[in-house]
């Protein structure tokens, strides 16, 4: 295993002289079987190329099962996917069960122990499997490891040559608000973080078991991988993110508001406050609970948009915002039992959350 080395303020490890770990592994190497998970909803325009940079995986192709688990889509989705072989096998789910529900069940039908999940609008360097199952066996007690996400707006995604190394780490941690915040790392092969995206990450099945369930059905989309990746910090885990384990993630926000995405920020602002309350003691809640307050409105300006439009929007988001987080404080009893299990469990090594936020933060 690795040795670790890291700073007061920051848990990153050392550079090492040589690509992650990967190096070490011949050709001849008894790789661990893996089960790889897709949700899709209508997601057509997307599967055909992701599954043909599955198909071209420099992971054993015997040690590999690839899941898509399609959620009611009314597209040619599971068309695509039927038409690309016995390779893949297609399940489909009688309804939308949402991104938490549907997460859960597609686990149900892995059949190995290592499982790592897609979002459908991405596309996998030929070593992203490799590198995350390596993470996996290497890292110091990882309880899920995330992959090197690039957005379109990055410059290394305008050539997705899923053969080419990436030289960058770019990554999800969570800022001292609260909320997801992408960052970018250009020295290190792998780097603590506390969280990991749900866009694509591998966590093992005896892990799931000691959470006693992958994903929070309650919160049925948005803010779900905060609560897992909290949760797993409870427990005493930690999270890595791995820079030669590259996904380029086709979405990218237009900055623009209309209704559809209001209501996706006023779901996740109001999932934000349910998932803190749920892995966090009182203390750290009451203490945590204003910088949620100026997370919403600072979430604004991470956007990708111009300054004028970010100030224009800032004071009716800020309004959203605060009525969103005081709407929730009323529904929080619909946590507390899962609530009292988490800190029931968690463990004497973790850290308290809000310690990993100020910790983390730089």
Known sequence: MLSNETSGKSAVLQPVSKRIMMDKYPDTYDWPSVSVVILTYNGGRFIGNLLDSLEDQSYPTDRLEILVVDNASTDDTCSIVEQ??????????????????????????????????????TLCH?????????????????????SNMLLPHIPEFKNTNRARPVKTLYYEDLSLFGYAEYRRNCTDLFVETGMISGCAFMIGRKTVQQLGYLFDEDLWMYVE???LSLRLRNLGFRLWALRDSVVYHLHESSGQLNRTRIGTAARAIMNRVFVYYKNMNAVEFLLFFPFLLIGGPAKITV????????MLYLIPFSALSLVCMLAALPL??????????????????????INVLFRRTR
Do not use: H
């Not at 956007?303 to 970010?310: E, S």
């Not at 929080?332 to 959350?353: M, P, Q």
């Open 84 to 121: 690309k072989g016995p390779r893949f096998t297609l399940i489909r789910l009688p309804n939308n069960l949402g991104f938490a529900a549907g997460n859960n069940a597609a686990l149900s039908y892995a059949t190995n122990d290592l499982v790592a999940f897609l979002n459908q609008d």
């Open 126 to 146: 030929r070593d992203w499997l490799k590198g995350l199952v390596t993470g996996m066996l290497e890292l110091e007690n990882a309880g899920a490891v995330t």
């Open 225 to 227: 991988d905060t609560d």
């Open 303 to 310: 956007l990708p948009m111009p300054v004028a439009r970010k």
């Open 332 to 353: 929080l009893y619909r946590f507390r039992a899962k609530r009292r299990t988490i800190l029931d469990r968690r463990s004497k090594s973790a850290c308290g959350n």
